[in-house]
């Protein structure tokens, strides 16, 4: 028998705003700020606060929701579902249910087996809830709330169930992701939480027309746990069938460490929540005029710089999904092939050094220290030979720390390459004179040693000889030794 896997996602992003959704808290960094420090008496869920709709909120979720070509409604309407749950203050969330913010979309992927067409059922708005932080100790063990995130404007987009493999998930996912960064809806921090998916799984025979009994795996934070979280799933159902057992429907968590999922509650369906029109919120009216101007304002989405980055500047795929990683690594990089580098240079340098310099050094992308003109100068005068790539590192290092212009430092530092002949072939010849041992070993047969010197010799010219030079000294140097040696 075989078996095919049916998957279907829901993800839920933060959206980019400065205050909640539904008050005028300020969105704050959970992961810094002091705990319950960004609260009020609607987030709280006090007894006579009333809540507003935050217009920005509703500007980005129409945004996502066009790039995803689903179709707004005139008309959505504001739920209370209601659950009880510790970091749910008011005892429901507000979400939108039978009349979303839009609906029947879609989105393109890519898989190793080309491309493929995913359905999006619907997006709607809602508000996050806050934080539980468990203290576990031999004594008063305890939970603590943090409800600075309570309230929190959320998107919420969900699949249909068209994703057959778990490389299939991981493509959705990752372009739903690379689509909300770039069209600055959602910061897509994982690490922080801004983007959680939640997958909803079951298999069926090949053949069958009904699908199998699903289980929903909350709460998954990165790639790779989603990726496991399904697979296992997958691989449980179908050991469970085999048995001659039945799948129960219910609600699973992933246990990170120990990579299995465990049973949380049995599933719900909508009519458990106990859905109705929230009282206190009007019916949200998406103004036409409004929806046209937030259209025209949506920037080139992930899938047109694709093609534009292979077309105009000839990238291969990999370095193309790298920069559609980050879109501010990707403005950056267009900034500095407008400066005239050629682009494939520009990646390598963007991707390799300078990307691994931004991490290290926890920067920004939006607010790098350098400006694409001098990074840009930078690359050109390690193409032009004026610097070997180790000084330009050292002058890259100190652009981050100072700002200043690559020639700048260079001037003052005296960084320039040295191409005078008789001052590497004096450099050559004392490295070889003080190494008579390798020297030795290298005339008898381990040539490997080559390199070695060639590392001492650019030491001891502080990393400022031209490498080209230098190997063509070496070489020189070491074959009079050899024919030396052999008379």
Not at 175 to 194: F, W, Y
């Amino acid at each position: 028998m075989v078996y095919i896997p049916v998957i279907g996602l829901e993800i839920h992003a933060e959206l980019k705003t400065q205050t909640k959704m539904f008050c005028g808290c300020l969105v704050v960094d959970s992961t810094i700020a002091e705990a319950n420090s960004s609260v009020c008496p609607v987030c709280l869920g006090l007894p006579g606060a009333l809540p507003v709709v935050n217009k920005k909120a509703v500007e980005l979720g129409l945004r996502a929701a066009l790039a995803l070509e689903c179709t707004p409604l005139q008309y959505s309407i504001f739920a209370r579902k209601n659950y009880f749950y510790p970091d749910l203050p008011k005892g429901y969330q507000i979400s939108q249910y039978e009349t979303p913010l839009a609906e029947n979309g879609r989105l393109l992927i890519r898989t190793s087996e080309g491309e493929k067409t995913i359905r999006i059922r619907r997006v709607h708005l809602e508000e996050d809830t806050g934080k539980l932080t468990h203290i576990n100790r031999d004594v008063d063990p305890c939970s603590l709330v943090d409800l600075n995130r309570a309230g929190v404007p959320l998107l919420e987009i969900v699949s249909e169930p068209d994703m057959h493999s778990v490389e299939e998930a991981r493509a959705y996912a990752v372009t739903l992701h690379q689509l909300l960064r770039t069209i600055a809806v959602s910061s897509g921090d994982m690490e922080k939480g801004a983007i959680r998916f939640e997958a909803n799984v079951s298999v069926m025979l090949a053949g069958a027309e009904e699908l199998g009994t699903r289980t929903e795996i909350k709460n998954l934070n990165s790639f790779r746990s989603m990726e496991r979280a399904i697979e296992f799933e997958i691989k449980r159902h179908i050991a469970i069938l085999k048995s001659n057992s039945k799948v129960s429907q219910e609600t699973v968590g992933w246990n990170e460490s120990e990579e299995v999922t465990f049973s949380q509650r049995s599933k719900e369906e909508a009519h458990d929540y106990r859905y109705f029109p929230e009282p206190d919120l009007p019916p949200l009216v998406v103004d036409s005029i409004w929806l046209d101007s937030i259209l025209q304002n949506i920037p080139e989405l992930p899938a047109m710089k694709r093609m534009r980055y292979a077309s105009e500047y000839h990238l291969q795929d990999a370095i193309i999904d790298i920069l559609l990683e980050d879109p501010r690594m990707a403005f950056f990089f267009e900034k500095v092939v407008q400066h005239g580098e050629p682009a494939k240079e520009a990646t390598n340098w963007i991707t390799g050094v300078l990307a691994s310099e931004v991490k290290i050094r926890g920067l920004d992308w939006d607010c790098l220290p350098i400006v694409p003109g001098y990074f840009a100068d930078l690359i050109t005068l390690v193409r032009r030979g004026d610097i070997n790539l180790l000084t330009a590192k050292t002058v890259l290092s100190e652009m981050l720390d100072t700002g200043k212009q690559p020639k700048v430092i260079i001037e003052q530092k005296g960084l320039m390459q040295i191409e005078d002949g008789d001052v590497i072939a004096t450099a050559v010849h004392s490295v070889l004179q003080g190494n008579p041992k390798e020297v030795a070993n290298y005339l008898a047969g381990k040539e490997t040693l080559a390199q070695w010197f060639f590392g001492q010799v650019m030491a001891k010219t502080g990393g400022q000889a031209s490498p080209g030079v230098v190997k063509r000294e070496l070489e020189r140097q070491l074959f009079r030794l050899k024919n030396e040696l052999s008379d």
